[in-house]
């Protein structure tokens, strides 16, 4: 089976999603481009702090800036290594003041002598870094503490390094990681276009429109049909199962799992997994009568799985088997009529001729063969039902040349237990029998089947006994598998079911059933007395009805 879609919507699936990863993309690219300058701008402004810090701890450690200090200001000595250092490093200023924050240098001469508007904050001896808005402008300031020659503290040295310095190195650096953010965007858009490549060929074309209509169509479908249905993915795991399929297959939580996982091995499961192949595959369950189809399921020449169809054919085949059966007793009652009729003219033909005493006796001796076969059924069967089954069987099975005798060990009484039972399997067997040694060349001793219905206190015995082909050996296992036959199917009743149905009764019941192989087919199923089965026995019964019989 393949699938045909077909396109629909304004814009195809894989553009929108390219658009919109090439959207999120360019917007965490930006985002992270901004981010990255503000850290790289923060990296920077500890960087020229730090520089800061080591051009005014070089200041600090001047012998002549610690002896001026100490000494209480020295002239134009300190004010003339500040400049010297300043120039040389290229800081915005290089300011030393003492503890009570009087400057003593200044890039602006006019500013030296004057206090300062912040506290002096080395005096816990620790160095100091910010930023700062100073005469000469923004600057990355770092301070130390100055001590003289004793080791006293004698003031403090702050330099600053301008700000424009940090945003000019900033600005070099920026475009650097323009050029990272572009390249990882273009990369991240060829990926984002390869993944909406592969999500198209993954959804085979399909538009969002189209699987979301797709989804609730399968779910009107499955819900609505009559028919059970399971899907199978590439791996064999169940993927679809719909509730006529876990009504009929008894699967309850099978999604997920593979059939060896939930149903035991049989024809039920070679039906499901395709080993067996054909259309229509019949399969006999404890409660119904299925007609399996397994279908693969290609797309575009990939394999897909498989899609399985479970229909319900309990009833039908229930009747049909019904149908197959009146059938056969029409026949039969057709032909005794022709023999009625021959006899009601030998009657009149003795009438007319005046021969009154021999058309009696011809009459009594007709009607006596008739009640003598009833009578010797009765002798042995008690319960009415099963002694007019074997009575219709003699007579259906003597118009195709078969002689059906009951053995003299048969005993049954007028109320056995498994009693529709024993009519299904009674029935089945010998109109296997029957068909077997009909078509069968006739031996010696013509086409015979011998029949045993026994009770005793533990078990109840079923026995036939045929004179025709038997069994090919090496089949006496498959012989009651649903849907083994040797003959072809009729219009009506499907082949391959009554032998299947007869087993299934008998072993759900405790008993079992054999055969024999080789010619001469002998067939033998034991009922334990006590009826310890489930009470609901309709389906089976239904399909094997006590008057028609498999088909070998």
Request: charged share 25%; hydrophobic share 40%.
């Amino acid at each position: 089976m393949r699938l045909r879609t077909d396109r629909g919507g304004n814009r195809r699936l894989s553009t929108r999603i390219f658009a919109n990863q090439l959207v999120i993309l360019a917007l965490t690219g930006l985002i992270g481009y901004v981010l990255f300058a503000f850290a790289q701008r923060a990296e920077l402004d500890r960087s020229y702090e730090q520089r800061a810090l080591d051009i005014a701890r070089t200041m600090a450690a001047e012998p002549q800036v610690k002896q001026a200090m100490e000494d209480g200001g020295g002239g134009d000595v300190v004010q003339t290594v500040a400049e010297r250092i300043r120039r040389a490093s290229g800081a915005s200023y290089v300011v030393v003041i003492d503890l009570r924050g009087i400057r003593h240098s200044h890039p602006i001469p006019d500013l030296i002598g004057d206090p300062v508007a912040e506290p002096v904050v080395v005096k816990d001896g620790r160095p100091h870094v910010g930023t700062d808005q100073g005469a000469t402008g923004r600057s990355a300031n770092g301070k130390v503490p100055l001590y003289g020659p004793s080791g006293a503290l004698a003031g403090e040295v702050s330099v600053g390094l301008p700000e424009h310095d940090v945003l000019g190195e900033l600005w070099h650096e920026l475009p650097t990681f323009a050029l990272y953010a572009a390249i990882a965007t273009a990369i991240g858009a060829a990926a984002a276009y390869l993944l909406a490549r592969r999500l198209k060929r993954t959804t085979f074309g399909l538009e969002l429109e189209e699987i979301a209509g797709l989804l609730q169509d399968r779910e009107a479908m499955l819900h609505g049909i009559r028919e059970g249905v399971v899907a199978f993915a590439p791996d064999g795991r169940i993927t679809v199962v719909n509730d006529e399929a876990r009504r009929l297959l008894g699967l309850g939580s099978a999604l997920g799992h593979r059939l060896e996982e939930v149903l035991p091995d049989g024809r039920l499961r070679r039906a499901l997994d395709g080993t067996l192949t054909g259309t229509d595959v019949s399969v006999l369950t404890d409660d119904h009568c299925l007609v399996v189809n397994h279908m693969p399921v290609a797309l575009h020449g990939r394999e897909l799985g498989a899609v399985v169809t479970v229909r319900d054919r309990t009833e039908l085949i229930g009747l049909l088997r019904e149908l197959d059966s009146v059938r056969g007793l029409t026949d039969a009652l057709r032909a005794q009529q022709h023999e009625f009729t021959n006899r009601m003219h030998t009657v009149a033909g003795l009438l007319d001729i005046g021969e009154h005493e021999s058309a009696y006796e011809y009459a009594i001796d007709t009607a006596r063969s008739g009640q003598a076969l009833t009578e010797a059924v009765r002798r042995h069967i008690g319960n009415p039902q099963m002694v007019g089954l074997i009575v219709a069987k003699t007579t259906v099975a003597a118009e195709r040349g078969v002689r059906i005798s009951l053995t003299d060990d048969s005993a049954l009484g007028d109320d056995p237990p498994h009693l529709r039972r024993l009519l299904t399997i009674v029935g089945n067997l010998l109109d296997n029998a029957i068909d077997a040694t009909a078509e069968a060349p006739p031996a010696a001793e013509g086409r015979r089947i011998r029949l045993t219905v026994a009770e005793g206190h533990e078990l109840i015995a079923v026995r036939v006994a045929d004179n025709g082909p038997g069994i090919d050996p090496g089949t006496a296992q498959s012989i009651f598998e649903d849907g083994w036959s040797t003959r072809p199917e009729r219009d009506t009743a499907r082949r391959g079911l009554g032998l299947a149905l007869v087993h299934r009764l008998v072993q759900r019941h405790g008993g079992t059933i054999t055969v024999s192989e080789g010619p001469g087919a002998v067939f033998t199923a034991l009922l334990p007395q006590l009826n310890t089965s489930p009470s609901s026995q309709a389906a089976l019964l239904t399909a094997a009805s006590a008057q028609g019989g498999d088909r070998r």
